[in-house]
Nanobody, 125 residues
């Protein structure tokens, strides 16, 4: 089974930066990996997706401020976040779409993912 462990969350002032890390293991199919967040009382929101061919997709809300990347040697997925705003406050999750299928949902959608980390809290004040 795939295991995902996020780290790097914390409290930061508006305008500041944070980098989240997601250590992963057991991944086989490598369809895509993504970052999501969920604020209290809100639905989970897709932020960034990294496809197996190296292409990336960002939500409009974070485009130009957040960067998704992966270190294959370290088996770690990153989310670099800058110019943080109070509305970025949420629990952040990494996810892995690790399965074989002739078709899958868009990697921008949580429906594409079958493995999730436990989440890491980001608070922007």
């Amino acid at each position: 089974d795939v295991q995902l462990v996020e780290s790097g969350g914390g409290s930061v002032q508006a305008g500041g930066s944070l980098t989240l890390a997601c250590e992963f293991s057991g991944s086989t199919y490598g369809n895509c990996m993504g970052w999501f967040r969920q604020a209290p009382g809100k639905e989970r929101e897709g932020l960034a997706a990294l496809y197996s061919d190296g292409s990336v997709k960002y939500a409009d809300s974070v485009k130009g401020r957040f960067t998704i990347s992966q270190d294959d040697e370290e088996n770690t997925l990153y989310l670099q976040m800058s110019d943080l705003k109070p509305e970025d406050t949420a629990t952040y999750y990494c996810a892995d779409a690790d399965y074989h299928a002739s078709w899958r949902p868009s990697c921008a959608s949580e429906d594409a993912y079958n493995y999730w980390g436990q989440g890491t809290q980001v608070t922007v004040s």
